[in-house]
DNA sequence: CCGCATCCAGCTAGATACTG
DNA sequence: CAGTATCTAGCTGGATGCGG
């Protein structure tokens, strides 16, 4: 059971907000899966993904504590972002949804916001 | 391992950004864990949604099958709204996303989009 | 290379009013 | 009761150009 009532704000409810956010699930399962990058190579790998944004959800995830941010001060700069070992839980957690996932996806409508 | 390239489409990518949607999670979780219910106690429910977003948000989850629709034709209509199988499969997978999001709650920073 | 400042267009959620 | 129609303001994301 879920103890959360949905008028108010819960954990879940707030993760699952968060993770919403615009390119941030991309964002979450490249450094994930294809492991830690920097600044431009992520950008790369996140097709059309513009500047602004990846340094935004970047700067927010790091505050969550869901990514790394090592930074090179050479020149020019070297920042490398990376998953932490909260964020490698949460995709574990969200593997859960993947049966579900895909027997929706087999006959769902298009059509989502 | 989530088999998903952060690139592409894939259905839990899918799913996270359909559940995103505004209003889409308290909807879902008042229908799951407190029942099925007519449209306007559901709006008394969900505190402060407006009539436009949840008939916007329960076609979709309708069209989905994520959510049933039974309507009297009596005058005045009376038109009920229950969580589908699939819906609570969904949630129960969510629950996953629990422990994660309490520990991560424990010690966030606010400022979330 | 890694960003940040700025400007601007488009969407969208809220408010409001109305109906079978 | 259960929606629909319309109008609008505000946010937000894309594009562009610059700077340490």
């Not at 899966?33 to 970047?58: D, N, Q, V, W």
Request: glycine share 6%; proline share 6%; hydrophobic share 40%.
């Amino acid at each position: 059971m879920i103890r959360c009532n949905p008028q108010l704000e819960c954990p879940t409810n707030l993760l699952l907000a968060l993770l919403s956010g615009p390119w941030t699930m991309p964002i979450v399962w490249s450094l994930f899966e294809e492991g830690p990058a920097r600044f431009g190579a992520l950008k790369r790998r996140i097709t059309g993904i513009s500047s602004r944004l990846l340094t935004e959800r970047l700067r927010m995830l790091e505050a969550q504590g869901f990514v790394d941010r090592h930074e090179e001060k050479t020149i020019p700069p070297q920042v490398t972002y990376s998953a932490t070992e909260r964020l490698r839980r949460l995709c574990q957690a969200l593997e859960a949804l993947g049966a579900v996932a895909d027997e929706w996806h087999a006959n769902y409508l298009l059509q989502h916001t």
